[in-house]
């Protein structure tokens, strides 16, 4: 039987680093904001920004550039795009977390994979993709304990695990959430990620709930149109993170289609 591949101790110190500093950037009231990317070209842009200090990607977006709806994205897909998006990641010398949705099958084998790349950082959903229900608390805890077992034993025990929680979205409420959230927490999460349903977002009382209740180790989703709380605000609330999932995404399709629309239309 051959031996364990042990990490490279040096890598490892180096990419301990890098989670070190991603952790240190979630400040409750003096939030990350992330603008979530989804290949090379996009993760390019936002490493040249000045105030960029992370990459974070979309998963939903991601599965896009594959042609297959979210749900449907394998993790040999996602690992493909998150391979470029390392690469910038690397080049930058910028953290990078990656939008792992439920963790897939084996979830340590999921991070141990997404180190190997170079990330330093993943959410985890407790919405198992498989049969399109919500995990039970002690399912989805359980899960991100082995995930974060995989990182430590991959070198990186500073690594940052956003977990998210769909509980909203299946009838559950806030105080639900609240209590998945701690119980997150607890196992070892930075922060929890409560998604609105049906992409309403989360209302404004329940982000000051949250808020309260996880002492500010709180993502929130922003939704970049009028009538959305916007980062002065959710900065005032106090939360630690704040991300836009697949909106730069859709922003770039709809400059896109107009383009095509115009040249298109003249023919």
Known sequence: MSSPVLPNSTSSQQQNALATRLRALHK????????????AATAALVAAHPAAKAIA???????????VEDDDMTLEQNLASLTAVAKVAQTADLPLTVDVQDGYEDVGATVRAIISLGAVGC????????TGKLRTVD????????????????????FVLNARTDTLGYNGTVEDAIARGKAFLEAGATTVFVWGPNGRGVRTEEVHKLCSAFEGRLNVKLCMGD???TVPELKEIGVA???VGPELYRAAMRAYKNGVDQLLGAV
């Open 241 to 243: 993170r704040i991300s």
């Open 139 to 158: 399912d989805a805890v359980a899960r991100l304990r082995v995930a974060l077992a995989a990182a430590h034993e991959a070198g990186v025990p500073e």
């Open 57 to 67: 990607t979309a998963s939903y977006a991601i599965a896009a550039t594959h042609g």
């Open 123 to 130: 959410n985890i959903e407790d919405l198992d993709n498989a």
């Open 227 to 229: 009538g959305f709380l």
């Open 28 to 39: 409750p009231g003096d939030p990350l904001v992330l603008c979530n990317v989804y290949d």
